[in-house]
């Protein structure tokens, strides 16, 4: 498990954060419904080349979670500029996945954010987006965060699982499902459910062009939450390059495929 042991007031919600390794810095940027243990299998491999940054969304992990907390995509990208603030970061390297994409993404051309290299994949980028389950839960919020416990975590690990071309294994279940349970988590994970709006992006879609940055997409071939076609979208416009498909993966690229997210990126640096 990575360790978060650093608190940041930020939008006025506790942000938890962590650091490790040593060299240029490389922040990386998790997505929903899931939390900076997304990278447990992802950062110990960096730390000889990188000093990665890895923090939990608002509303999300370890960071704080509350009633009434704007946890939408709107909020995410100020954090994230506050955080390079804090951090003293000036270009980093980073690694982004789902709303972390659509997070990067809007720091980019919204908050005026700048890369050293973008590494993103199967990222929420692209209109149309948001499952079934996303657009049901948006009308009946309410219903959802009052299930008794036993249905919430039965709906959750389902949900959970599909993010995954193979079997997750026990682990990792209870890794992504720790955060949402409990008087104050599963209120939390509708709460972040229903704020998913696709105006976030419609907003910042417009502006997408080639970056200043070499970008790296990829995508899990088998992704049945954002079609293949997406990243190949996506590539085009902000990389002028081919989307990099991943074989035997799904949404959750660091679950199916972690030794090609560590390859891709060793190969990006091109320093050892």
């Known amino acids: 498990m990575l360790d978060l042991p650093n608190t940041s007031i930020i939008e006025g919600s506790a942000v938890r954060w962590g650091k490790s390794g040593d ?12 939390s900076s243990q997304v990278w447990r299998r992802i950062v ?15 509303g ?31 270009r980093p390297e980073v690694l982004a996945h789902d709303f972390g994409g659509a997070t990067a993404l809007r720091g980019y051309y919204l908050s005026g954010l700048r890369y050293a290299s973008l590494t ?12 079934p389950l996303v657009q049901h839960v948006r009308q009946h ?46 209120p939390a994970f509708y709460r972040q459910i229903a704020q998913m709006d696709q105006t976030y992006t419609d907003e910042v879609e417009p502006l997408y062009d080639r970056m200043d940055c070499p970008v790296t997409v990829l995508w899990g071939r088998n992704d049945d939450w954002i079609p293949y076609e997406k990243g190949e979208a996506l590539a085009a416009t902000i990389a002028g390059t081919a989307c990099i498909p991943i074989p035997d993966a799904g949404h959750l690229v660091q679950e199916d495929r972690p030794e090609v997210l560590v390859a891709q990126l060793v190969k990006g640096w091109g320093d050892g």
């Open 23 to 34: 060299g240029p810095p490389l922040v990386a940027i998790h997505g929903t419904p899931f």
């Open 44 to 58: 110990p491999p960096l730390t000889d080349r990188r000093t990665v940054y890895y923090f939990d969304l608002v």
């Open 60 to 90: 999300y992990g370890q960071s704080e979670m509350r009633e009434g907390q704007d946890v939408s995509l709107a909020v995410q990208n100020r954090v994230l500029a506050a955080l390079f603030a804090e951090w003293g970061l000036d």
């Open 120 to 131: 993103i994949f199967d990222a929420v980028a692209l209109a149309p987006w948001g499952s």
């Open 141 to 186: 919020e309410a219903a959802f965060s009052g299930m008794p416990d036993y249905m919430h975590r039965a709906v959750l690990r389902a949900y959970l699982q599909t993010a995954a071309h193979n079997p997750l294994s026990e682990e990792a279940l209870e890794v992504y499902s720790a955060p949402w349970l409990g008087p104050v988590g599963q």
